[in-house]
């Protein structure tokens, strides 16, 4: 009896994993592009809630489907990478009609993405490109080579060196700097880098800025997952190996707000921020809320920022496109190689945000509000 009951099921799962397969279910293949919008779900793939913009990234591109109509199934993966291929997988079996996904490893998905294409379900890379597959369909995002451009202009305005109409500054230096970098596996650490050592790379050469450790390559600098605590113990360890001669850190180049947060924990442990040890320059990403406190409160030096609710809404433009069946609009079809194909992209620009720039840029457009800002915490 049980046996027959275990077989019955087996069978059953054999079903409807074949019926997605041949995209006859409710999948991607059985939307012919009339159906209504209110019988198509859309799978949304997040990496992480540890951090305060794929919360706002998720919630946006939910919001923004539901009220063209659709049906959400958003799912967070906690920085995990089977648990992210298995949330995939689970979206492709339940017919999924089309995918959102901002990758933990822009490499490991290779798999879930071959599934959907069988399942003719059109696949979205979400602000992280996803790498090594023909089966991306689409890609929203920022210049990400831009972004590291923005960074580095922001410490060299920091510092004095640069104004931010991008002339020459006063200061002469020269200055000690570090340098971090942001996720290996995460294809947009790799444009950030560029673009930021690209324009830097002129100050070092002059003998301007010293990277006093000598750490320059992205192996080297680069923080796994962008965790806050790899990146604060990284600053740690420099402090203990390359400045223990009395001499001092201006700068520090930083990808991302929480590594920012990192960093500073580090320096103000070892005594930056208090008495003549001035805080050295962090530049950061994202202005996520707890950033924009420590740029409020003179801390943090800038963050870059990038609307979420454009590229959200962005999202939410091209997963309606391919449901209806029609391409959606790309404004660049050349820079985002994912190593087997160039995806047709939609790039969004990005803002430099100094204390100055919070209340126009950040509070008069409803991103945080004042007391947001005060409290270095989003409202729930
Ligand atoms: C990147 C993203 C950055 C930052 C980082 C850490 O992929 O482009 O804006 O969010 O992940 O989450």
């Known amino acids: 009896m049980r046996r027959r009951i275990l077989a019955a099921a087996a069978g059953a799962a054999l079903a409807i994993s074949m019926a997605a397969c041949s995209g006859e279910g409710a999948g991607g293949g059985g939307n012919t592009g009339d159906s209504k919008p209110g019988d198509l779900t859309i799978g949304v793939s997040m990496p992480t809630q540890t951090s305060e913009r794929w919360i706002a990234d998720g919630n946006s591109v939910k919001e923004k489907l539901e009220a063209k109509g659709y049906k959400v199934d958003l799912q967070y993966a906690g920085d995990d990478i089977p648990t992210q291929s298995q949330q995939v997988d689970q979206m492709i079996t339940q017919g999924a009609d089309a995918l959102i996904i901002a990758a933990i490893d822009g490499t490991a998905l290779s ?13 979205i890379a979400y602000d992280r490109l996803i790498r090594d597959s023909p089966n991306v369909n689409f890609y929203v995002s920022f210049d990400n080579y831009k972004v590291g451009v923005a960074q580095a202009n922001a410490l060299l305005v ?46 070092v050469d002059a ?53 920012s947060r990192g960093i500073i924990t580090a320096l103000q442990n070892a005594g930056y921020g208090s008495g003549a040890k001035k805080l050295p320059v962090v530049t950061g990403q994202d202005a996520e809320i707890a950033s924009v406190k420590l740029i409020n409160d003179g801390i943090q030096s800038s963050t870059i920022f990038k609307d979420t609710r454009l590229l959200a809404e962005q999202a939410a433009i091209a997963g309606e496109a391919f449901l209806q069946k029609k391409e959606p609009q790309a404004n660049d079809t050349k820079t985002y190689n994912n190593g087997v194909k160039v995806v047709p992209s939609f790039l969004l620009p990005v803002q430099t945000v100094y204390k100055d720039d919070i209340k126009p840029v950040l509070v008069d457009s409803g991103y945080w509000t004042a007391e947001e800002v005060a409290a270095g915490q989003a409202k729930s």
């Open 158 to 203: 920091g510092l004095g060196l640069q104004n931010k109409d991008g002339s020459k500054g006063t200061a002469t230096g020269p200055f000690n700097i570090e340098l971090f970098a942001g996720s290996l596996d995460d294809n947009n650490a790799h444009f950030f880098f560029s673009g930021a050592m690209d324009t830097l790379k002129p100050f």
């Open 207 to 259: 003998g301007t800025l010293k990277v006093k450790s000598g750490q320059t390559k992205i192996e080297q600098i680069a923080i796994l997952r962008w965790q806050q605590e790899t990146a604060q113990r990284r600053m740690e360890d420099l402090l203990t190996s390359s400045y223990n001669d009395g001499s001092k850190v201006d700068g520090v180049l930083s990808p991302y707000d929480g590594i």
């Open 111 to 123: 798999g879930q993405l071959q599934a959907a294409a069988d399942a003719k379900i059109p696949v």
